[in-house]
């Protein structure tokens, strides 16, 4: 009999879907099985979120760290993270570093509550993750050498002098001014006021 927690997640793009329909077999998993249900993590949110974009999914975490369960049962992989490969073997394997199992509901072989197969299974996926991310860096690394040969300038545009003069002016005219209240001015991201503050600060 083990301790089990249940995740459940629909997007907000999945039209008529209800995480109910994921729960109710979930629940019957349980049930057939012996174990106990500890509690349910229910989410409305895109997978493709992170862990602070999903608060059930970093609730799931925080109680994993407490050891509240023994196991996490999902209905399968990509509701419980949607965020490539490399990303979702992270999450996973930081529940077996708190001793917690997972368990997908339709995807059998993605277990590891048996324990004859959880290390083979993460390094697996591991290497498949470390795989997946070289085929993006060689993709990214070819997209900018196309982008170059093209003569398309890379990188963030540059600001406006204009626009630049305007933030170093308003500085100027009132030094203890937040760089928030100067960007909200003139419309720019924080990000770009500070920079240019930095600059002036160097010079």
């Known amino acids: 009999m083990a301790r089990v927690a249940l995740y459940a997640r629909v997007s907000t793009t999945d039209k008529g879907q209800d995480p109910e329909n994921q729960l109710m077999q979930l629940r019957d998993w349980c049930a057939r099985a012996g174990h106990e249900i500890v509690d349910e993590y229910v989410e409305h949110e895109s997978g493709r979120k992170g862990e602070h974009g999903r608060r059930a999914f970093a609730r799931l975490f925080q109680d994993a760290a407490r050891r509240h369960f023994d196991l996490v049962l999902f209905w399968s992989l990509d509701r419980f993270s949607r965020e490539g490969m490399a990303q979702t073997v992270h999450y996973l394997q930081r529940l077996q570093a708190h ?60 600001l406006d002098p204009k626009k630049r003069a305007r933030i170093e002016q308003l500085h100027r005219a009132a030094p203890t001014r937040s760089m928030r209240s100067i960007a909200r001015e003139l419309k720019l991201p924080y990000e770009t006021v500070r920079q240019v503050m930095k600059q002036l600060e160097a010079s």
């Open 99 to 158: 001793g917690v199992a997972f368990h997908s509901f339709t995807e059998e072989y993605l277990a590891t509550d048996n324990e004859l197969v959880r290390d083979i299974l993460l390094a697996v996926m591991s290497s498949l993750a470390k795989v997946e991310a070289q085929r993006i860096s060689e993709r990214t690394k070819a997209g900018l050498a196309r982008a170059r040969a093209r003569g398309k300038t890379l990188g963030r545009p540059r």
